[in-house]
């Protein structure tokens, strides 16, 4: 195409109706047809980054190869496009507020007032058009974070308006928004829409495409009112029905005519066949799959899922290739103990001790890895998981009392796991762990060799802490494996064990990194021990 496409998406009615998901739908169709599609995600909170938040307040921090700690969204991009995101991918209020004041403190202003417009909305623009400026992308896709008509995204939708208005046929805006079913009235109701269409309008946005999230179908009557008060072809009403998995919605979405509408209204003729055989592939395994197996997941964040959404994704990925439904249990490391460990576990093929910082829960985890262990359960353990496997093993093989984490106290006579040496003089919390993509290379017929076929990988961190080198020998002599290791730092990132049918425990995230359509092979590999289990 002669010029980057600009599609904004926003939100109306409630949050949670799946902006994100809509928007790699859309990627994902787009994509089919033979387009290259980027998504980037707006967050109108003040923090700099989610690094810092509470995955209760924000679900899991999603980390992508270039070290930027963003939206859990982004994950979903990811997994839909199977394209790698980068920081320039996740733009919240808090990074355009900074970039905004460190302009003016150089002067680069020279003198101006700043102001929300143009200052705040013209900064809000350049990062939107840098994907499409710097990258050769068909389609710029930009989800709008929160609802409109909140205070917060109030500069982000005026900046959408100006683009809009700037880009004219380059440029269109899809809104999400809600068609609540009363059952007291045995009716669909659309005021809610007309009324979140409306708080648009007032602010200058004319959506192009509404995309109405719906518990029920939605007939041409309801479509064709809905055109009519809010100012929409009756085809540009789409709709979205909740379906049993969010690998269902590009289908649903293809045969809304989604990607044909957005073609339309963008003035571009294309009468090029969707191909979407991998994706249709992957889904008929999803729900016709010939085993089912359960594994459990330990973890201190279990009552919120998206804590874990790209543990929990990967599993969905890995059964596919299986031919196997992974059920997942959610079991609390906090109430996790020697007592009740035999009965959580008990029908359990396989188990998952999941990443996490801080000492709450962290004997439960422990105690979770000394029965598969002794049990011979299959394991995997991702980075705090890794480094409890580490603590288990030193105080319950190697007989060192009272073994830790440095990270967890600091006074232990065995810090088997330590700070890393670069973090020793850092202070500001965000943004500064180890982050991003690093080498790592394998140890040959080991269980991460059979499972990557290569030597060489480059996997995703998240971290502080490390393996204390002091203590590999002792660990080597005693039969945990080495298998994988940074070959610039020489940094532990793998252990397995060797009496054991599948044990591995790793320092990086793997989860970050599985796709529909490129499954994350330590996940299938350890979906594979369980059911062979």
Known sequence: MDKTRYIFVTGGVASSLGKGIISASLAKLLQARGYKVTIQKLDPYINVDPGTLNPYEHGECYVTVDGAETDLDLGHYERFTNQPTTQAN???????????????????????????????????????????????????????????????????????????????????????????????????????????????????????????????????????????????????????????????????????????????????????????????????????????????????????????????????????????????????????????????????????VAPGFGNRGIEGKIEAIKYVRENKIPFLGICLGMQCAVIEYGRNVLGLEGAHSSEMNSRTKFPVIDLMEEQKNIDKLGGTMRLGAYDCQLLENSNAHNAYKTIDIKERHRHRYEFNDKFREQYINSGMIVSGVNPQTNLVEIVEIEDHPWFTAVQFHPEYSSTVANPHPLFVDFVKAALNN
């Open 90 to 352: 996740n733009v919240t209020t808090g990074r355009i507020y900074s970039n905004v004041i460190e302009k003016e403190r150089r002067g680069d202003y020279l003198g101006e007032t700043v102001q929300i417009i143009p200052h705040i909305t013209d900064e809000i623009k350049n990062r939107i058009k840098l994907l499409g400026n710097e990258s050769n992308f068909d389609f710029v896709i930009t989800e709008i974070g929160g609802t409109v008509g909140d205070i917060e995204s109030l500069p982000y939708v005026e900046a959408v308006r100006q683009l809009k208005w700037e880009m004219g046929k380059h440029a269109l805006v899809i809104h999400l928004t809600l068609v609540p079913y009363l059952a007291a009235a045995g009716e669909l109701k659309t005021k809610p829409t007309q009324h979140s269409v409306k708080q648009l309008l007032q602010l200058g946005v004319q959506p192009d495409i509404l995309v109405c999230r719906t518990e029920h179908p939605i007939n041409k009557g309801i479509r064709a009112k809905i055109a009519q008060f809010c100012n929409v072809e009756t085809s540009s009403v789409i709709e979205s029905i909740d379906t049993d998995t969010i690998y269902n919605v590009p289908l649903l979405m293809q045969e809304e005519g989604l990607d044909t509408e957005v073609l339309k209204k963008l003035d571009i003729n294309d009468n090029r066949k969707t191909n979407l055989t991998v994706w249709k592939s992957f889904l008929k395994r999803v729900k016709n799959p010939s085993y089912e197996i359960t594994i459990g997941l330990v973890g201190k964040y279990v009552e919120l899922k998206d804590s874990y959404k790209s543990i929990l994704e990967s599993f969905i990925h890995a059964g596919a290739e299986n031919n196997c439904k992974v059920n997942i249990k959610m079991i609390s490391s906090e109430k996790l103990n020697e007592e009740n460990v035999e009965f959580e576990f008990k029908k359990l093929s396989g188990v998952l």
